[in-house]
């Protein structure tokens, strides 16, 4: 019998009371299966939940066909236990997954830049896109366009299909596990997008807030663009806050003259530059002078006797 996975219909729920119904090693790692379970495990871009069942910490979530494996830090015995997510990682994760569908599709559908790739890593998420590094100020524009939609605020649903319906429906990625078997989840962006899609999501686009494209590279023969989404962008904000009231409070100016105060600072420093090998130059020239005076009378007497 397959676990039952409550992620998928209650990406919100982060705790419950359930049984450990089968327990094990995978080489030194303990494992634990559950009745039912919140864990969402590593898969299709998106990194495994962490939290803890029955106190003990969750250092990896596996699905192996219709069993998912809970990697524990120690043995967890059989029986009741409650379980409990990181609930705030896990809607970190939904805002993330969320907005790289969402811009994922504003590119492709509008701007012919596919996307070949998706990362979401713990500082930032990324996707590969095909052809040339964008420009800085088409990045600007992307930005504006998926914070228009976000304001937007459109309904973000999920539905299972057999396979045999994918051929009907317009979808941008076809794209299964090795192995899939049976019907396929399908992840919708009202009017905007339909994609096939293991991982967890908001329910609309207003919670995750807003996204920030932090910069364009090279990558693979196409372009990796990183962003920020929700909580991330706000803590990058504080960050940034942060560092400015520090400069601030060194040099007592405000933010608006930091250009200013750093060129005049660039300035002298070319100055002092200057002025150091000019006083070098003049120092060996006079140390060179006094040398050659020392070294003169000493010469002549030598060549007299």
């Not at 030194?28 to 898969?43: C, D, K, M, S, Y």
Request: aromatic residues 6%.
């Amino acid at each position: 019998m397959a676990d039952r996975r409550r992620f998928y219909d209650e990406p919100d729920l982060y705790r419950i009371e359930t049984q450990v119904v089968e327990t094990g090693f995978d080489g030194e790692r303990a494992w634990v299966r559950l009745e039912e379970t919140v864990f969402f495990p590593e898969g299709g871009g998106q990194p495994a939940d962490r939290g803890a069942i029955g106190g003990v910490p969750v250092l990896d979530v596996q699905a192996r066909g219709e069993r998912i494996l809970h990697y524990v830090a120690r043995p967890v015995p059989l029986g009741p236990a409650s379980v409990e997510i990181d609930g705030a990682l896990r809607f970190d994760r939904m805002q993330q997954h969320t907005a790289q569908h969402l811009l994922t599709s504003i590119l492709a559908d509008r701007h012919r830049l596919p996307t070949t790739a998706f990362h979401l890593g713990e500082r930032y998420t990324a996707i590969e896109v095909a052809g040339a590094v964008p420009p800085k100020d088409r990045l600007l524009g992307f930005e504006d366009e998926v914070n228009l939609e976000i304001r937007r605020d459109r309904r973000v649903s999920a539905r299972w299909v057999p396979p045999h319906a994918l051929g009907s429906l317009q979808i941008r990625s076809r794209g299964l596990p090795e192995g899939h078997l049976g019907d396929v989840r399908l992840v919708e962006i009202e009017t905007l997008d339909l994609n096939t899609c293991g991982g967890t999501h908001v329910a609309r686009l207003g919670e995750i807030q807003m996204l920030r494209i932090v910069n364009a590279e090279p990558a693979r023969g196409g372009a990796r663009i990183r962003f920020l989404a929700g909580g991330r962008v706000l803590e990058e904000l504080r960050e940034a806050a942060a560092v400015e009231e520090a400069v601030q409070a060194q040099i007592g100016t405000a933010r608006e003259e930091f250009a200013g105060v750093l060129e005049g600072w660039q300035a002298e420093r070319r100055r002092l530059e200057h002025r150091v090998r000019q006083l070098e130059r003049e120092l060996a020239e006079r140390i060179a002078a006094e040398l050659t005076a020392r070294t003169e009378p000493r010469l002549t007497r030598f060549l007299r006797s």
